[in-house]
């Protein structure tokens, strides 16, 4: 789950890569719905490729980039792991 606060409503993406840098994911975010809101927000990414495969277990990196209404550029760049315990 990636979290943030906007101080005004937002619209961009959030780009998800491999550690190997190739794009795994984008989520759209739209002004004044989940994730471009005012405030907290807070958006689910459910561990799975565009083509909708889950994920490896792996670090991911993620590039959250937002215009507001002001036009203010909002980036924030970080990693994230997904590890799926093997089943016995």
Do not use: P
């Not at 550690?19 to 927000?41: A, C, F, P, S, Y």
Request: aromatic share 12%; charged share 20%; with cysteine.
């Amino acid at each position: 789950m990636f979290e943030y606060t906007l101080n005004a409503l937002a619209a961009g993406d959030i780009t998800l890569y491999s550690m190997w840098g190739e794009k795994v994911r984008t989520i759209d975010i739209v002004g004044n719905q989940d994730g471009g809101k005012l405030g907290l927000n807070q958006v689910l990414w459910d561990g799975r490729f565009s083509g909708g495969g889950l994920c490896n277990n792996g670090v991911y990196f993620y590039v959250i980039q937002l215009r507001d209404t002001g036009g203010n550029r909002v980036a924030q760049k970080g990693k994230v792991v997904i590890w799926k315990q093997e089943e016995k």
